[in-house]
């Protein structure tokens, strides 16, 4: 089966989660991607798959990978708008995103060692 480096993988969930910030806020107009709906209904689940497959394709650590995106996007956010008096507090809720969004990520990664582990069987 196929693998990616860490790095890559990393570099992928980063950018995913910068590009889905920069891409809501400035569709919506917000100066904060989660102030809009789109962020909820449309980036997490995008995110969760994105999650799974980097998961599944990079599983030595997949659980660091979940702490990325959200990484990027903090980034972003700083880099738009640094002068933000509840920052702090948007750094914390991005941490609690990103353990969140470790289940997928660990869960792409016991997909994969499932898959082998099964086809080594045979």
């Given at each position: ?37 789109y962020y909820f209904s ?56 990103g353990a969140v969004f ?21």
């Amino acid at each position: 089966m196929t693998t990616i480096p860490f790095r890559s993988a990393a570099a992928i969930a980063a950018a995913f989660g910068a590009a889905g910030w920069l891409a809501i806020g400035l569709l919506t107009h917000r100066t904060e991607a989660w102030d809009s709906e789109y962020y909820f209904s449309w980036f997490f689940p995008s995110l969760a798959v994105v999650m799974v497959g980097l998961g599944y394709f990079a599983p030595d650590r997949p659980g660091r990978l979940a702490f990325l995106p959200f990484a990027g996007q903090a980034v972003v956010m700083f880099v738009r708008n640094p002068t933000a008096n509840l920052m702090p507090l948007g750094l914390i809720l991005l941490a609690v995103y990103g353990a969140v969004f470790m289940v997928p990520a660990v869960a792409g990664g016991a997909l994969r060692r499932w898959l082998e582990a099964r086809s080594a069987r045979r």
